[in-house]
């Protein structure tokens, strides 16, 4: 059973940085196409970033290009969002998702396991 785990949310002010993590069990972390997304309280979940297999290509939304970074690192099984420059709108419940493709995607309907979320409060 694959399963994602997100750490490393928090409290943080504007401008502020913080770095997020997902850990993935069960499966083989190297096969997936690994995601972020997130969701704010009476919003849809909506895509951030995703990252290829091996880690060569990486697409962004464009409200968090030049903020935010996504990594992995396929010897711990970890992906990462180093998030930078924080503002108040990025105040959300961020996931980490895993797709069985080898393209990145923006729609969470392709994505096949998820994490439960780790919380992310940006005050001005």
């Known amino acids: 059973q694959v399963q994602l785990s997100e750490s490393g949310g928090g409290s943080v002010q504007a401008g502020g940085s913080l770095s997020l993590s997902c850990v993935v069990s069960?499966?083989?972390?190297?096969?997936?196409?690994m995601a972020w997304f997130r969701q704010a309280p009476t919003k849809e979940r909506e895509f951030v970033s995703a990252?290829?297999?091996?880690?060569?290509?990486?697409h962004n939304v464009d409200f968090v290009n030049g903020r935010f970074t996504i990594s992995r690192d396929n010897t711990k099984n970890t992906v990462y969002l180093q998030m930078n420059s924080l503002k108040p709108e990025d105040t959300a419940n961020y996931y980490c998702?895993?797709?069985?493709?080898?393209?990145?995607?923006?729609?969470?309907?392709?994505?096949?396991?998820w994490g439960q979320g780790t919380q992310v409060t940006v005050s001005s």
């Open positions: 998702a895993a797709r069985l493709r080898r393209s990145t995607s923006e729609d969470r309907r392709s994505y096949d396991y």
């Open positions: 069960g499966g083989t972390f190297s096969s997936y196409v």
């Open positions: 990252i290829t297999t091996a880690g060569h290509s990486v």
